[in-house]
C-alpha cells in the first residue's frame, strides 16, 4: 500500500489461473510511481469449491479482500482486471457490476475514471472484444473510459506474440493456461496504471 496523497486507484480484478492477479501487480507498481496509492481487490467467486477443484483454479490471494460496491464507491480511479470468457467479461465479474444498481440510483460512480485490463487464451480471442463489450457497464454508470491507446510504444512491438491493445494492457494465457505474463506485457500493464492515475490525478486537480 502506498502511502501516498495522488488518487486513490481501486484495481478490482478476478483471476482463476493466477494470469490477471499478475498483471494487477504490474499495474500497481505504474499506480504507485504515478504517486497514486493503490488497493487491490479481487472479484467475489461465483463458483462452488467442487467445481473449481474440477478445472484446477489456482488458490485465491487472501491477502485481497472481496471486492464490493462500496470499494468501487470510494475510489478515485478504478481499474478491472478481466479474463476473457469467449471474447467477453467473465460472468464474476458481471455478477459484482450486478450488484452495484445502489450506487447506479445515486449516480455514485459517476465521472470517475475507469481502465480495463484482460487476459485471453490467444490473440484473437478476445483482447479487444473483451474490453469493448465492458465498456457499457461504464457508459451506464457515468464513468470515462481512459484507454491506453499507442501511448505505450512496447504495443508496437512484433518481436513475440502478447497481449494488449489500445483498449488496454492484455496477456495470452495460451489454449491450456500454462502462458504467463510476459515481460513486455507486464511492462504495459505498468504503464497503463502511471496513465490512469495521471489523467485521475489532473481531473481531481480540476475540479471546483
Given at each position: 500500500?502506498?502511502e501516498?496523497k ?7 480484478y ?24 493503490v488497493?487491490i ?9 467442487e467445481?473449481?477443484e ?5 488458490p ?19 481499474i478491472?482486471g ?8 467473465a ?5 459484482l457490476?450486478?450488484?452495484?444498481g ?7 460512480l459517476?465521472g470517475?475514471?475507469?481502465?480495463i485490463?484482460?487476459s ?19 457508459v ?12 505505450c ?11 494488449g ?8 494465457a ?15 500493464a ?19
Amino acid at each position: 500500500m502506498s502511502e501516498s496523497k495522488g488518487p486513490n486507484v481501486l484495481i478490482v480484478y478476478y483471476s482463476m489461473y493466477k494470469h490477471i492477479e499478475t498483471m494487477a501487480g504490474a499495474v500497481s507498481k505504474g499506480v504507485e510511481a504515478a504517486g497514486g496509492t493503490v488497493k487491490i481487490c479481487r472479484v467475489p467467486e461465483t463458483l462452488p469449491k467442487e467445481v473449481l477443484e474440477k478445472m484446477h483454479a489456482a488458490p485465491k490471494n487472501e491477502d485481497h479482500k472481496e471486492a464490493t460496491p462500496d470499494d468501487l464507491a470510494a475510489a478515485d480511479a478504478i481499474i478491472f482486471g478481466i479474463p476473457t470468457r469467449f471474447g467477453m467479461a467473465a460472468a464474476q465479474v458481471k455478477a459484482l457490476i450486478d450488484r452495484t444498481g445502489g450506487l447506479w440510483m445515486k449516480g455514485a460512480l459517476v465521472g470517475k475514471p475507469a481502465g480495463i485490463f484482460v487476459s485471453t487464451g490467444t490473440q484473437n480471442g478476445g483482447q479487444e472484444t473483451t474490453a469493448l463489450t465492458f465498456v457499457t457497464q461504464l457508459v451506464h454508470h457515468g464513468m470515462i473510459f481512459v484507454p491506453i491507446g499507442y501511448a505505450c510504444p512496447k504495443l508496437f512491438d512484433l518481436s513475440e506474440p502478447h497481449g494488449g491493445s489500445p483498449y488496454g494492457a492484455g496477456t495470452l494465457a495460451g489454449p491450456k493456461g500454462d502462458r504467463k505474463p510476459s515481460a513486455l506485457e507486464l511492462e504495459v500493464a505498468e504503464f497503463q496504471g502511471k496513465h490512469i492515475t495521471g489523467i485521475a490525478a489532473k481531473l481531481a486537480g480540476s475540479k471546483p
